[in-house]
């Protein structure tokens, strides 16, 4: 069992949203810091991976919103690092839907399908219209509707993204990873070399399980039995974390702040790579998504080839979603492959070759993910968003899904990373100003020759007692303080 100095503030967890916390701090002269991380290195959900003979992207594969008129901060930082990416053109998708007969439908066909799907959606988000919503029926509309809903479509509903950011989405393909734009942001205030993070600062393969907290400060314990204390949490792990019991909380989290992270939805989306000996899918202009209309919504429908990425690489990804990814998480890579095979030999006949190898991320029965990312349900309001992501008592909120506008994305967890850092650089330049000016008011107490002990002291007991509970009682800590 270790335990170790109390340092200022520890984050928990070191994706892109607890590294930008950090890195607030640190910047603004709070270096005395903590961050524990679960896994056995940084990066949470942006994770490369070999597979092969090229990098593949298990999570965030793509930096969506570039090109509008405000320039998307986590662009910004790849063009800054030199990342690869390149441009993603799903506009022709739907004219590459293929039916299980391996034909592709004619191209009216697909537009009207899908105008008759977009058309549907809207009057679903429409309050007044809910009923006049259609439901899909056949496979060409099921496929069309699992890709309005189960990817990001800006047709349907504005989101804030591509509205704020633009319309573009690059796909990274560097073989230092998506993961790389977080090495760059920490190499300015870790130690580092080779690019490796020798910062005993950062602690690895360091699960948290339990947060006490009280009026002082907080204590953090990890699996391993360590103990650290500090005088504030930065909180940075997954809505799917936080709805699991893997970390558990003294006092218990009040009830609006357990209702807001129960009401959140996690979406579970996971691209299946499929390694091959040759290509045997058209590879030219338009052609890099298709589309596989099955009568099971979600079967295996969107695949995209990995030609633009990395040229001869033979490679096919395919992803699913929620109940699909769910079900096949939970069978072998071998029953995998042979669903896949099938839905392939479909679309492109008997004699194609046998995939050389599969790769089945699994997010969802990860620990410490428990899902892709959160998917705010329909009927969420500001509150709700709120609610996730105000601290209690000395424990900061932060990670994608606390970021209102783009929550699901790298540029949420990032942006939501520097919001929480600067409140809490507040929230700690208050406590001090407090500090001085309470010592400045005791100063001359201390000077009144009565018996020391009982003056200061209860002075000094009442005092820190009205201050917390003025400071807090909105916010859940009056079980802390009370
Ligand atoms: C398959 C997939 C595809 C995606 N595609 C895209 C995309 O194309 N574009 C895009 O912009 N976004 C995409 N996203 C979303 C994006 O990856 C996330 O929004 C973002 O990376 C979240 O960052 P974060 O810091 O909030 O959380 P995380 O990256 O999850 O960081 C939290 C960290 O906390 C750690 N942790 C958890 N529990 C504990 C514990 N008890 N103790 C210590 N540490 C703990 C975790 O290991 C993790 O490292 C995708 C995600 C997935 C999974």
Same mark, same amino acid.
């Not at 479509?153 to 349907?156: H, I, K, T």
């Given at each position: 069992m270790e335990s170790r100095n109390r340092c200022s503030v520890i984050i928990i967890g070191a994706g892109i949203s607890g590294i930008a916390a950090a890195r607030v701090l640190a910047k603004n002269g709070v270096e005395d810091i903590l961050i524990l991380e679960a896994s056995e290195c940084i990066g949470g959900r942006m994770k490369k991976h070999s597979f092969g003979g090229v990098v593949v992207e298990l999570g965030a594969g793509w930096i969506a919103g570039v090109g509008g008129e405000k320039p998307n901060p986590v662009w910004n930082l790849a063009v800054e690092s030199g990342l690869r990416t390149c441009y993603s053109d799903y506009s022709n998708a739907r004219f590459n839907i293929y039916d299980r007969s391996g034909n592709i439908y004619p191209s009216g066909v697909a537009s009207d399908a899908y105008k008759k799907g977009v058309d549907s959606a809207i009057r679903k988000l429409r309050e007044d219209e809910p009923h006049n919503a259609t439901t899909p029926e056949t496979p060409i509309e099921k496929a069309i509707d699992f890709i309005l809903h189960d990817f990001e479509?800006?047709?349907?509903e504005p989101i804030s993204?591509?509205?704020d950011f633009g319309e573009s989405e690059f796909l990274v393909a560097d073989e230092r990873g998506y993961e790389y734009l977080l090495y760059k942001v920490t190499e300015d205030f870790l130690l580092m070399s080779d690019g490796k993070i020798l910062d005993d600062r950062l602690k690895l393969n360091t699960v948290v399980r339990g947060i006490n907290q009280s009026t002082d400060g907080v204590t953090v314990t990890t699996e391993? =039995?360590?103990v650290y204390e500090a005088n504030y949490v930065i909180l940075s792990v997954s809505i799917g974390v936080l709805q699991s019991q893997l970390i558990s909380f003294n006092p218990r989290l009040p009830r609006w702040k357990i209702e807001a992270i129960e009401k959140c939805d996690i979406m579970v989306y996971t691209k299946i790579?499929?390694?091959f000996p040759y290509k045997f899918w058209p590879c030219g202009p338009g052609k890099e998504f298709f589309i596989y209309a099955h009568?099971?919504?979600g079967y295996y429908t969107f695949w995209q080839h990995m030609?633009?990425?990395?040229p001869g690489s033979n490679m096919l990804v395919v992803t699913l979603t929620n109940e699909e990814s769910k079900r096949v998480e939970s069978q072998s890579d071998q029953e995998t492959m042979k669903e896949?095979? =099938?839905v392939l030999r479909d679309i492109f006949g008997p004699d194609i070759p046998e995939?050389?190898?599969?790769?089945?991320?699994?997010?969802?029965?990860n620990p410490y993910q428990r899902g892709s990312y959160s998917n705010y349900p329909i009927y969420a309001d500001s509150q709700m968003v709120e609610n996730m992501k105000a601290p209690v008592g000395r424990i900061f909120f932060t990670g994608e899904h606390t970021s209102e506008k783009f929550n699901g994305y790298v540029h949420g967890g990032y942006l939501a990373g520097l919001d929480t850092g600067e409140s809490l650089l507040e929230k700690m330049k208050a406590e001090k100003d407090r500090e001085t000016k309470n010592k400045t008011i005791l100063q001359p107490l201390l000077a009144i020759p009565l018996p020391k002990t009982e003056v200061v002291g209860s002075l000094q007991k009442c005092d820190m007692h009205r201050r917390h509970f003025h400071d807090d009682c909105n916010r859940g800590l009056t079980e802390v303080t009370l």
């Open positions: 479509m800006a047709e349907v993204t591509y509205v391993g =039995g360590c790579f499929l390694k009568e099971q919504r030609e633009n990425a990395y896949a095979m =099938g995939a050389l190898d599969i790769l089945v991320p699994r997010w969802y029965n």
